[in-house]
């Protein structure tokens, strides 16, 4: 069973910054692609950023120059450094994982975690 906790989300000021971290663990094998995506009431969940397994990244235009993400395949670990923060940010962030297990390659997703940015 495989299991993605994600952790750093709260509140903070226009032109502040949080990390967000999110771990898998369990029957690993290996992890492709990882990233974040969020989402507001009433909105479809929208892409933030990927990262593949060589590292090779992907941004939403909204976020190219303010957001980083990064991994590090030892901890099978995802992370996203938001600077810069807007009040437009504010959403549940979702980290994404593409896993192999001994058993199938899967799409899992975290419980999701609140970025909020006040004005």
């Known amino acids: 069973q495989v299991q993605l906790v994600e952790s750093g989300g709260g509140l903070v000021q226009a032109g502040g910054s949080l990390r967000l971290s999110c771990a898998a663990s369990?029957?690993?094998?290996?992890?492709?692609?990882m990233g974040w995506y969020r989402q507001t009431p009433g909105k479809q969940r929208e892409l933030v950023a990927t990262?593949?397994?060589?590292?090779?990244?992907n941004y939403a235009d909204s976020v190219k120059g303010r957001f980083t993400i990064s991994r590090d395949n030892a901890k099978n670990t995802v992370y996203l450094q938001m600077n810069s923060l807007k009040p437009e940010d504010t959403a549940v962030y979702y980290c994404?994982?593409?896993?192999?297990?001994?058993?199938?390659?899967?799409?899992?997703w975290g419980q999701g975690t609140q970025v909020t940015v006040s004005s």
């Open positions: 369990g029957s690993i094998f290996s992890i492709s692609a």
């Open positions: 990262i593949s397994s060589s590292s090779s990244t």
């Open positions: 994404y994982a593409n896993i192999q297990t001994f058993i199938r390659r899967s799409d899992y």
